[in-house]
Structure formats: C-alpha cells, structure tokens
C-alpha cells in the first residue's frame, strides 16, 4: 500500500467536508410531487458518499428493525429509498468528545483513513454517528459490495458509516443522582416487586448489563436469578477457569475494573465482581428464583402484558410484565453425547459444565472429548496435576478441527479496538463502525500479511525480514506452536473463509480455544491426542473408538458444546410461543446478530446473550426498542414480509419509524 503523506492531511478539514455533504443528503426537502422517485433520488445521492464496498449500519435510526448493515451503493439505496423522506435528520455536527474527534490512523491491517464521531437528531431522536474515510483501496482485491477488483478513490469516500439512536428525546438516560435515603431505595424496590415493566431472566453478566442499562433509562426492571447468589454462575465452574480476553473488553456498564485488576479476570473474582456490580448499581434481583414451566408463561394480547409464575425461593409469585428479556446466555442444557455400554463402564462420566477441578481425578487415565476452549483449559488441568503425581494422564478427543490461537495474539488483536485508557464507551462506538462482514475482510487480510511474513522468514533462514516488530514476534511465537500441534497429531483449520479464531465466537460460539500452555502440553506429548474419531462404546475399564481402537480409561469428560438456548426455552414457553422468535447467535446474511437485543417475533420476548461487548453496547438498543413500543414509537413487534434490500430476497423486516 501507498500510504498517503501524513504531513499534508488535515483530518478535521476532510471529516467537516465529507459530513457537510453528507448531510445535505439527510435534510428533508420541500414536498415532491413524486415522493417516491424523491427518496430514490435522496437515497442514492446518500449512497454516494460510500465507497463502492463501503457499508451503512443502522442501529434504530430510519427503521425500529434492531440492526442493519448494507453494503455497496446499490443495497444501501434500496434500504433507503422508502424511509428515508420520513427520517428528518438535522443539526449534524462533527463530535468533540475526546478520541471520537476526526483523526488519521490504521482502521485495518494495512488500511489507514479518517476516522471520527459525528452527531445528529431526528424529530424524536438524539443520534451518534461514526465513519471511516478512505482514498486508497488498491491493494484489496476482496471487499464485495459493489468493488471488482482494486480501485482508487480520488475523493474520500467511507468505507463505513455508523448511525445510531443514542436516547429518544424527552426520555434520556439519566446521570448521577444527588442521593437517596435508604427509605427512598426500598420504595422503589418496592414498586418494581410489584409491578416490573420488565422481567430479566438471568444475572450474569448479560442479565445485569441489561438491568443496569434498563434502570438508567427508567424502565422498571426485575431479574430473576435461580443461583443462591449473584456471580455463583461462575462459582460452579472449574477452579482454574479465568477470561481468555483482557479486562479492557470485559467491562460492565458504567463500571469499569480498578487500574490494578487482572488483565485476564479469574473466575473467583469475576464472581465477587458481579455480586458488588449488582449492589452498586441498586438493581432488583430475587435470587433463587426462576419462571415455572407449569402454568406455562402466557401472553395476553389484549392487555399486552405475561401472566408469569415465578418461584421465589420455592414461594409461587404472578408477576404481570410487558417484558421479559431471556438473559441467562446462548448455552442451554449440555449436549452428551449416547455410545452404548454406559451402564457397564465401572469409571465416572460426566459433561464439562460440572467439572470442579483435578482433584478427582489423581492418578487416573481421563478421556475428554471434544478440542474447544473448555476442553482445553481442562485437559491442561489434568496434565498439569498428572505431571505432579507421576501417575495418570489425559487424552484429547478432537472430532474434527479446531482453530487455535495464543492469548497473548488475541490480547492485542483485542487491544487494538479496546486499549487500556481508552473509555469504553468510545472503544464500543468504534468497535461498532466497523460491521462484522468487513472485520471478517480484515481478518482475513491479517492472516494472508501473516502468512507472507512465515514465507519471507522461510527464505531468509528464518531470520526476521525488516523491522523485528512485537506482531512479528507474536506471529513467529505463533508459528512455533501450530507446528507443535501439527506434529502431535492435532488437525487445525483457518477459521471459516480463513480469517482466523477471533470472529468464531459470534459465528457459532465454539470450534476454538485461545491458547494459554494447553498446546504446549500437547506438543510435549503430556497431552495424548485421538483425532477423527468418537467413541462408539463404553467397556468396564475402556472406550472403544469410532476407528476400531481402545483406549484405558478410569473418567471420561464430555466437553462437547450446549443445546441453543432457544430450544431450550420451548419447555418453559411452549413451541407454538418460542417457535415465534427467530433463531438466537451466529449471524445473519447482513452480518448482524441473529434474533437478540431486537424484537424477537413475538411480542414482549426478547432475547440478550452474548459476550461482555454485545450486552453492553446492544444492551442501548434493546432498552430504546422497549421504551419506543411503550412510547408508541416502536410498532415492530408485528411482523409483515417484505422486499428486502438486497438484490430481491425476501426477508421479515418491520415498521419504519
């Protein structure tokens, strides 16, 4: 790439021209008498300010639809054309928070722009908005959109566009109070006990970064948690279990961890962290206390409102929300998989969700199936205790393939969107700019400048070429490993399309572990590893394989992933109900996440899951989606088929605002 003489640029000068233009583009003009043909034209001329791969994501701004992402001039136009005259959108202005003003900096692996936050208001909205300009896109040979092959802009243009509703006029998140007396708090526990505009069910982190959000913005909010305790959700995990991500991405609202906490948070304090978060944040949470199955939950359309029975340590309560929110995560029950011959087999077996630590196993030949991060971290377990007492051993079951990648690369991958000092706010805003389908274009591109970089050190005698860099020396730490794994047996894969581990836990929640010693165990050999099989049978003191091999074996630990959290909702809800909502995780064919933090399908049942990022960011969105249908703003609750924006395929889309 050809990078453009710093010196001469001047960031701001670029960002207030492009957004003048830009915005001229919104402004409503006088009445047409065609307005049809008025917001083709309207919404092409918006369109061209993109690059001809760029992409516009929507968060509640021209639709109630949750989120969209459009890419190329063509889609985004579409999109546009029949909201877009009655979206009045004005008084747009470069912001002035700090690192949200217009600079030039890296927006991508070999990919630098003009980036910067912007902000708006629409008749009922205040917005925020932010963009990345780029000029030169030549090196890029696989953006989609509406980009064949290099192109070169001579005018900026963005590769992407933010807009989203940040609070709806009149109805603004509200700041820091001036203090309550302790009666004061209990009346308004009170009132929301006996009447919550909303029920969450579920106090991890995603049920609490909902609530919290939810009481900012004046929506009574009760969450309901089956744990003892807040936090014991983490407590019935593994001892040795920590976060795989730095403490910068795994924030909660509104709370950010002291300067000395842990770059990777243990579970243990992970735990105390949310029991205090709850405390400190006056949120109203009944502990064990969950919705029974049997009367099933109903939703009375008339009144809009659930008849809801609640127990509430082992007390039956009705409770009467508009609401409620399915916030106990994207896993359901695990899934165990049925060799024959359990019955017989004279060792324990067990699914990963209820492993408690190495104890149990001292001097016993353990076989865990399944290669994921859970598998991981427990095998490393096992070995490190085995390799203390001389006896035992463990062996890894891979089925298939898994993507494998050190922690310490997925910190920085991670760090360049969420560095320490940077306001999480800010980093989310950022973070969000940039849609999942163009983070999977620069991950792909990271791994191709990787690769590249193997070859050239190959050549070289593996001496580094040019500058020896700290990324340079993460890849070649990197390299070493994967061939460890390689040699001992393990089958790895490149992520889907080859764009590595980081974006797999949105795409499917599994098929990957970050790598904290685990892989060295394994290249060392106190790690067995048996690939491409399963177990087909149970025997007293054995497991026979798939392949026809056995294998001693004193324990066997399923590792073997979750049900979705939607089929397991059905016991509870009923089909006729749960078979309403879309599909919950993955992503959709806009790169958006399927069926959570936006209208579900069915009215008043909303799903939030997902990691720290998705919870705190969408948690705004599902707050505003909630308060506009209790405003009346927000019709999206019933569903009509439309023709979606993208070449003719149908798709269920909703009201516009």
Known sequence: MSHLPVDSLDPQQIAQSWLASFSSTLKTPPPASDVRQAGISRAKALASHLHPAGYLRDLLVFTWDGSRTLQGHAKVSAYLAPVISRTNIYNVRLEEKKDLTPEYRPIGPDVEGVAFGFRFETDVLWGTGYALLVRDLSHFKDLGGESNGPSHEADWKALSVLMMAQDIKGHEEIGSELGAWISVWEERMRAIEENPLVVVVGAGQTGLNIATRLKQMRIPALVLEANPKVGDNWMKRYPSLSLHTPRTQHALLYQPYPTHWPIYTPRDKLASWLASYAAS??????????????????????????????????????????????????????????????????????????????????????????????????????????????????????????????????????????????????????????????????????????????????????????????????????????????????????????????????????????DVGCAQLIASGQIKIKQGVEISTFKPKSVLFTDGSELPADAVIFSTGYRNIREDMKSLFGEATINQTDPVWGVDEEGELRGCYKPSGHPGLWYGVGDFFSSRFLSKQLALSIKGVELGLNKSEGRQPVVAANGGAERMVRSPM
């Open 281 to 514: 944040q006056d949120l109203c949470i009944w502990t064990s206390s969950h919705p029974l199955a049997s009367p099933q939950p109903h939703y009375n359309k008339a009144t809009r409102t659930w008849d809801l029975q609640v127990s509430k340590n082992g007390e039956m309560r009705t409770l009467h929300p508009k609401h409620i929110i399915l916030a106990a995560g994207a896993l359901g029950t695990p899934r165990i998989p049925e060799p024959g011959g359990k019955d017989i087999f004279q060792g324990s077996i067990i699914h990963a969700s209820v492993y408690r630590g190495p104890e149990a196993y001292k001097g016993k030949h353990v076989v865990v199936v399944g290669a994921g991060n859970t598998s991981a971290d427990i095998c490393q377990d096992l070995a490190s205790q085995a390799s203390k007492t001389g006896s035992g051993g463990v062996t890894m079951v891979q089925r298939s393939s898994t993507c494998v990648i050190p922690v310490e690369k997925m910190k920085m991958l991670i760090e360049e969107g969420w560095p320490e000092g940077l306001d999480t706010n800010v980093a989310d805003v950022r973070g969000a700019a940039l849609p999942f389908p163009l983070l999977k274009i620069f991950a792909r591109r990271g791994q191709e400048m990787a690769a590249a970089q193997e070859k050239l050190e190959a050549a070289n005698g593996g001496k580094c070429v040019g500058e020896d860099t700290k990324e340079k020396a993460i890849n070649r730490r990197e390299w070493e490993m994967l061939r460890g794994l390689e040699k001992a047996g393990f089958k790895l894969n490149g992520g889907s399309d080859g764009s590595g581990c980081s974006l797999l836990v949105f795409e499917r929640f599994g098929g990957y572990w970050f």
